[in-house]
C-alpha cells in the first residue's frame, strides 16, 4: 500500500516560514491535499489539488509537489497557525485514499 | 451552510454491533459521495470508507473490510456507519466529510466510539 511520510514535528518562530514535508514514491504523479487540525477540532481543508486554497484561506498557505516530496508552506506564521497538519492522496492503484503521519507545527 | 452531524458514538463490548449516522445540511446531500474517517486517541487520520453519491459503489480500507457496512438515505440526507463486531483497536473518533475530486472537502465534528468490555 501507498504510505506517505512526514516529520512528527516542526518548530518555528512567529512571522518565519513553515515547511511541512510530505514524502512518497513518485508523490510528484498525483494530486496532493493539506489538512489543519487544530486539538479537539475536525480536520480543516487548507490546500487542496498540490497548490490550490478553498476560499477563507489565508495566501499565507501554499503547497507544490514534485518528484518524491510535496510540500505545504506557512509563511508569516502566527500563532493561531500551531496545529497538526495531515497530507493526503488517491491511491489510484488499489482505490484507497491515505493520510500522512501528520506533523505537529509549534510557534515558538 | 453545510453542517454534518454525527450521532450514534459510545461504548461498545468487542464483537457487538453499532451505527453510526451522519446528518447533512445546507447543500445537495444526493450530489455528493460521501466519506468515514476516524482518528484513534492521540494518532493521525485513517480514511474508512466510501459511498458514491447514489450509493451503489462502496469502498473499504482493508482494516474494516468485511466488518463494516457504508450506506446512505438520500431521501432523509443521512450517512450509514454500520459497525459489525467491533474490535478494541476500532477506538477513534469518528467523521464523516463530503468529497470533493478525490480529497475531503467538508467535515463533521465527530463521534468518539469506544470499543470495550
Known amino acids: 500500500s501507498y504510505v506517505l511520510t512526514q516529520p512528527p514535528s516542526v518548530s518555528v518562530a512567529p512571522g518565519q516560514t513553515a515547511r511541512i514535508i510530505c514524502g512518497g514514491n513518485?508523490?510528484?504523479?498525483?494530486?496532493v491535499h493539506w489538512y489543519q487540525q487544530k486539538p479537539g477540532q475536525a480536520p480543516v481543508l487548507v490546500v487542496y489539488?498540490?497548490?490550490d486554497r478553498p476560499s477563507g484561506i489565508p495566501e499565507r498557505f501554499s503547497g507544490s509537489n514534485s518528484g518524491n516530496t510535496a510540500t505545504l508552506t506557512i509563511s508569516r506564521v502566527e500563532a493561531g497557525d500551531e496545529a497538526d497538519y495531515y497530507c493526503?492522496?488517491?491511491?489510484?492503484?488499489?482505490?484507497?485514499?491515505?493520510f500522512g503521519t501528520g506533523t505537529k507545527v509549534t510557534v515558538l | 451552510q453545510v453542517q454534518l452531524v454525527e450521532s450514534g458514538g459510545g461504548v461498545v463490548q468487542p464483537g457487538r454491533s453499532l451505527r453510526l449516522s451522519c446528518a447533512a445540511s445546507?447543500?445537495?446531500?444526493?450530489?455528493?459521495?460521501m466519506h468515514w474517517v476516524r482518528q484513534a486517541p492521540g494518532k493521525g487520520l485513517e480514511w474508512v470508507a466510501l459511498?458514491?453519491?447514489?450509493?451503489?459503489?462502496?469502498f473499504y480500507a482493508d482494516s474494516v473490510k468485511g466488518r463494516f457496512t457504508i450506506s446512505r438515505d438520500n431521501s432523509k440526507n443521512t450517512l450509514y456507519l454500520q459497525m459489525n463486531g467491533p474490535r478494541a483497536e476500532d477506538t477513534a473518533v469518528y467523521y464523516c466529510?463530503?468529497?470533493?475530486?478525490?480529497?475531503?472537502?467538508?467535515w463533521g465534528q465527530g463521534t468518539l466510539v469506544t470499543v470495550s468490555s
Open positions: 466529510a463530503t468529497d470533493s475530486s478525490r480529497h475531503f472537502d467538508q
Open positions: 445546507g447543500f445537495t446531500f444526493s450530489s455528493y459521495a
Open positions: 459511498i458514491s453519491y447514489d450509493g451503489v459503489n462502496k
Open positions: 513518485n508523490i510528484g504523479s498525483k494530486s
Open positions: 489539488d498540490d497548490s
Open positions: 493526503q492522496v488517491w491511491d489510484s492503484s488499489s482505490d484507497h485514499y491515505v
